[in-house]
């Protein structure tokens, strides 16, 4: 019995530590989980909003040009198109009759003496037959009346051959206006605008049709009375048809100063007068080295003239330029960075750059605004 409870009493003693050691390390183990826990259940802390740096502003620098050599030109320029040197109007001069035949359209080439269009003269043939019968009626009078002419008295004698007269002239006049009722073409050309229908009731001096010479083609435009007095015939200038680009030509003609208080000269044949004649003399004329092909009547086109010419001229930026009252002036950059005044001389000037002609030389730096 000793020994035995000396042995379980070792065996107690013996466990005891390790219960002990287990103990602890649940114990720990469970402080560690609350902690974990306790943690995750408390508000999350606000993150600390983070700023972008502010930048000083950085006060802007002027920009600065160097001085440089250019060759400056000065322009005018114009519009206008191409035109025939030969271009008209035509018309009938018998009034209120109708358009019988028209055997032209627009687009239609042509030769000289073709028939155009001719007007319904039905009632101008049915009085020149009855105006012939009246004649041969009137001969035989007349002939009876010469023969009494010596028994007749002269008044008398001299009315009745009046008479006579005044029928073959009433005939004459009426043959005269068959060969009015068919218009021809005056000219070779091409029927650029036809004005009325078959069937259409016209007016003496109306326009049927606009022939044109589209063979001979000139160049005309048209500028701001205040340029025309800055370039003179002979002169080079650039020419750009649209479609066909940039040909150099040269001034052939000026136009013809119109008179103060005369209209637009652009009749159209109303009133029993006959329509203006399209012509060159109010445009700018000008001849090209080189004809472009495809180019046709009424192609739009610009002009440009120069009219003053500097070569190697010293130019600075207009912006560069500076003035109070009269004095003219810029900023100039020194070597050191240091900027000073430094009056000057102008000379030509386009939009974007002004010409020196005293004041500065090549190389130097100015200041812009």
């Given amino acids: 019995m000793f020994m035995k409870w000396r042995t379980a009493d070792l065996s107690s003693k013996g466990a005891a530590p390790k219960r002990g050691k287990r103990a602890a390390i649940i114990v720990l183990g ?32 002027k920009p600065e040009y160097e001085v440089r050599t250019e060759t400056l030109e000065k322009k005018v320029s114009g519009s206008g198109k191409m035109m025939s040197q030969r271009e008209e109007k035509v018309y009938f001069t018998l009034d209120g ?8 359209k627009p687009g239609d080439k042509v030769k000289k003496g073709q028939l155009l269009a001719v007007l319904d003269v039905e009632s101008v043939e049915k009085e020149i037959r009855g105006k012939k019968l009246q004649i041969r009626k009137s001969e035989v009078q007349m002939k009876e009346t010469l ?7 002269p008044v008398e004698f001299e009315e009745a051959t009046i008479a006579f007269e005044e029928l073959r002239q009433e005939l004459a006049d009426l043959e005269e ?9 005056p000219f070779g050309g091409t029927i650029i605008a036809v ?56 001034i052939k003609v000026m136009p013809i100063a119109e008179a103060s208080g005369s209209g637009s000269g652009e009749g159209t ?30 192609t739009p086109l610009s002009v440009s003239i120069v009219t003053q010419r500097t070569e190697n001229a010293i130019v600075i930026p207009v912006s560069a330029l500076r003035s109070i009252g009269s004095r003219t002036y810029v900023q ?29 030389t090549v190389g130097q730096k100015v200041v812009g605004r």
């Fill in 269 to 298: 044949g109303e009133g029993g007068t006959p329509p203006t004649k399209e012509t060159l003399d109010k445009y700018v004329i000008v001849t090209l080295a080189k004809m472009p092909k495809g180019v046709e009547r009424g």
């Fill in 332 to 360: 100039v950059v020194e070597s050191d960075g240091s900027k000073r005044e430094v009056d000057v001389e102008v000379g030509q000037q386009t939009s974007t750059d002004v010409e020196i002609l005293k004041g500065l």
């Fill in 30 to 61: 469970a402080i560690m989980v609350a902690t974990m826990s306790g943690c995750s259940l408390l508000p999350s802390e606000t993150e600390e909003e983070v700023l972008p740096p502010i930048t000083p502003p950085t006060i802007s620098k």
């Fill in 195 to 250: 004005q009325v229908e078959k069937g259409a009731a016209v007016k003496a001096y109306d326009p049927i049709a606009t022939i044109a010479d589209t063979s001979n083609l000139v160049v005309a435009a048209t500028f701001a009375k205040e340029d025309l007095e800055k370039f003179s015939a002979g002169m080079k200038a650039e020419v750009d048809i649209n479609g066909a680009g940039k040909v150099a030509g040269k």
């Fill in 177 to 185: 206006q068959l060969g009015k009722a068919t218009l021809t073409a």
């Fill in 147 to 153: 023969r009494k002419k010596d028994e007749m008295d």
């Fill in 97 to 104: 009759m109708h358009v019988k035949e028209l055997n032209v």
